[in-house]
């Protein structure tokens, strides 16, 4: 139980970190502009994250093959963001923010489709409502005059 409850509160911290990168990607690209928002905060992040790696890496012994996957991960990463750097030039920030978290929809069809992942009903539930608030904070507005 105590190892589910770190997951979920890393999970929220997450959350909670994207949602602040949001709303500060707006502030930044009304000051630098949305591609050079993007292409900056890459550079800070490489430097960040080997500031990080250098004391706390893993001694885990990997074929060079495996690195594929970061380099998936990296190619997927950037569309997403530079897609959502365009995106918040056509809308408020809110908006593309709301589209983006149907992300955990795709993950999950991902899941099951390619790992055979099985969902309980309560899951599928709260897919349904997740899905359900998406769709009626992200989009009612712009239906209810």
Known sequence: MHDKMA??????????GLGVT????????KALGSVNTTFYYYVF???IGMVCWLPFSENKQFSISELKWPIFIAI????SN???????RYFDTST?????AVSFFITGLIAISFNREHLSLKDW????????GILLFGYGRHFVK
């Open 82 to 88: 530079l897609t959502y750097s365009y995106a918040v």
């Open 125 to 132: 539930l709260a897919f349904l409502l997740v899905s359900s």
């Open 96 to 100: 593309p923010a709301i589209i983006r």
């Open 45 to 47: 992040a490489l430097v």
């Open 76 to 79: 997927a990463m950037f569309i």
């Open 7 to 16: 997951g979920y509160a890393f999970a929220f911290v997450s959350a909670i």
């Open 22 to 29: 949001n709303f500060l990607f707006t502030r930044s690209a």
